[in-house]
């Protein structure tokens, strides 16, 4: 078997002074579709920015394709798609430019985009469906669409694994399926998936392998067929009633099962994650 | 015409000609980065640049530059490991630069007017050697802003995202600060260091109120910019009147001509645009459905019941149904 995507050796993450990841093992093989689910604050994000080298480690190392995550030359190899692009920026910037944007880390600063670049930038544009939308201000588009910029501005680099942090969050059904399907034309031409969520809604067929985080910790790692129903929080338009607090005692023991998060309540909102 | 005969004319049109291209090429990254006042900043701490310059009998252009960017530097170096008190670090350094500026000055013994050329431009003190410097400088800031372009782009569209794709984001922010502190002074003689920043800021928030993507922002930005600047000399050249506040009451009109024509294209899109797709959006169109719906939910109303706690939930298109009072709560 090749090497592994991603290895995480006995990862722990300390943001201001609170200790977020502790002793995780994560090993992500090429061709994977990989969820992570876990509750608000259960360190999901975390462990998506520790992956890509943008937090330190407190113990432990980071490996992406073999070599220290730090150290990674060839950074077109991973896609990133951050929760929420960052505020919007001062000036107006059309969908091919943040798209193109996605490019650079192909090419050395000094050469302008040539016409592979050209062409892997419409293909990633064709990819997300948003084609006859390139000319566009990318902050005139809806939520879910300005998620599949994103994207594409991942899939501009034509990378070999594809990280997602809550790929779903604040995206209609409509936006989910669109994403669901996107993501299987990848996965079928053989792209990693590395995904955050805590609903999968329509994207749950297509994953092969589900992590549970809680407090940090890798509560859950195996088939998610084998997940209790409701375990990444079911819907969340409306507050539950106390009354579910009630089923469970409210002191969770810290060797959780995954079959605690049955009767956990569900999330609401965004959170560290 | 006679005005143009005069070298020094010719000079300073070539000066203002660049810094009309230069300024607003750098300004469109400061603007896009919201930090507007930036180039106000270096152009307070430049002073004290110009002062030293007097002070040692030095070319007053080349320790503005060389403090300016200095400047430069740690107001970026402050902004990113600096936390809260950034802000107020700021403030420190702009207006320790002014008096500093001023101080040195007088310690120079040189008056108020030797200060004011540089304050507000004066065309008549670009000599030979000032020129060379300029168009010097000019041209660099314009080759080093135009090539990097899509990586300043890049790392200060979504800093997370470029870090991810190892874009050295703190590394690409000090060379925009540096571009831009060499930019006020190269602008120190025709427009003034307290309103070279009008001249970075105001053409890029002009082109935007046309423009729907970055490029089209940047190069109007300095089409913009080099216009204003360029007429601005002329006209302060045959009115007699400081050339820097002509070039920036001329930007300011051209913003004052377009904003209306923005502002229609923005209400005229807004109009058109459908609603957002957000979360409350949906939850909204899925009560309106519901409240189409003919029947309560009910032992026989044909959807499946599940006991939920103290009451009964009913599934319906793959979410359940608790009834509360007149609606029903999604669980």
């Known amino acids: 078997m090749s090497e592994p ?17 502790r002793r995780v093992d994560l090993d992500v093989h090429r061709g994977e579709v990989l969820a992570v689910l876990g509750a608000n604050g259960s360190g999901k994000s975390t462990l998506m920015r520790a992956l890509l080298g943008l937090l330190p480690l407190a113990r432990g190392e980071v490996r ?113 399926r669109a994403l669901a399907a996107t993501l299987e034309r990848l996965v079928a031409a053989g792209t990693t998936v590395v995904l955050v969520a805590h609903e999968l809604g329509p994207l749950a067929p297509l994953i092969d392998r589900a992590v549970v985080l809680r407090d940090g910790r890798v509560a859950y790692d195996g088939p998610p067929a084998a997940l209790p129903i409701d375990s990444h929080g079911g819907d969340h338009h409306h507050p539950h009633d106390p009354h579910d607090d009630e089923i469970v005692p409210t002191s969770v023991p810290e060797t959780a099962s995954p079959l605690d998060r049955l009767t956990e309540p569900p999330e609401h909102g965004e959170g560290v994650g | ?25 750098v300004g469109t990254f400061l603007v896009q980065r919201r930090l507007s006042l930036l180039g106000d900043g270096i152009g307070h701490i430049a002073v004290t640049g110009v002062a030293l310059g007097l002070l040692t009998s030095t070319s007053p252009t080349l320790t503005a530059v060389l403090v300016a960017v200095a400047g430069a530097v740690v107001i970026e170096v402050i902004r990113t490991y600096g936390r809260s008190g950034g802000d107020v670090a700021l403030a420190l350094i702009f207006y320790g630069g002014i008096a500093g500026g001023v101080l040195l000055t007088g310690l120079a013994g040189k008056g108020p007017n030797v200060l004011y050329a540089y304050l507000f431009g004066s065309i008549t003190t670009v000599s030979g050697t000032d020129l060379a410097v300029t168009v010097g400088l000019a041209v660099t800031v314009l080759v080093v802003t135009l090539t990097f372009a899509p990586r300043f782009f890049a790392v200060a569209q979504d800093p997370e995202f470029a870090r991810a794709a190892g874009l050295r984001v703190g590394f690409y922010n000090i060379v925009v600060s540096a571009m831009a502190a060499v930019t006020v002074t190269v602008a120190m003689r025709t427009v003034g260091l307290l309103l070279v920043s009008a001249l970075m800021v105001v053409p ?112 319906h298109d793959g979410h359940r149904h608790a009834p509360h009072g007149t609606h029903y709560d999604e669980h």
């Open chain 2, 1 to 25: 015409m006679s005005l143009l005969s005069y070298q020094f004319m010719q000079y300073a049109l070539v000066a203002a000609f660049l810094t009309g291209l230069a300024a607003p090429a």
């Open chain 2, 204 to 315: 890029v928030a002009t082109a935007q109120q046309l423009s729907r993507g970055f490029r089209a922002t940047l190069v109007g930005a300095m089409i913009t910019g080099c216009l204003a600047s360029v007429a601005g000399l002329l006209i302060s050249a045959y009115v007699d009147v400081a050339p820097g506040a002509t070039i920036v009451l001329l930007t300011l009109a051209g913003f004052a001509l377009t904003w209306p024509v923005g502002a229609y294209v923005r209400r005229r899109r807004r109009l058109a645009s459908p609603f957002p797709a957000d979360p409350d959006q949906a939850t909204e169109e899925h009560l309106r459905a519901h409240a189409a719906e003919d029947h309560e939910h009910g032992p026989d109303c044909g959807h499946r019941a599940v006991p939920h706690g103290d009451h009964v939930d009913y599934l």
């Open chain 1, 5 to 21: 995507v991603f290895s995480m050796r006995d990862g722990a993450v300390v943001l201001g002074g609170r200790p977020v990841l």
């Open chain 1, 64 to 176: 992406a394709f073999g070599v220290p995550v730090d150290e990674l030359r060839d950074r077109y190899r991973i896609g990133y798609v951050p929760q929420r692009a960052s505020a919007a920026s001062g000036i107006p910037a059309s969908v091919r430019e943040i798209v193109a944007s996605g490019r650079l880390p192909r090419r050395p600063p000094w050469r302008p985009a040539g016409r592979a670049d050209r062409r892997a930038v419409a293909a990633a544009l064709e990819v997300v469906g948003l084609a006859d939308r390139a000319g566009e201000d990318a902050s005139h588009l809806s939520g879910g669409q300005q998620q599949r910029v994103m994207i594409a501005r991942a899939l501009a680099a034509e990378p070999e694994v594809l990280v997602l942090d809550e790929p779903t969050a604040g995206v209609d059904l409509a936006n989910q």
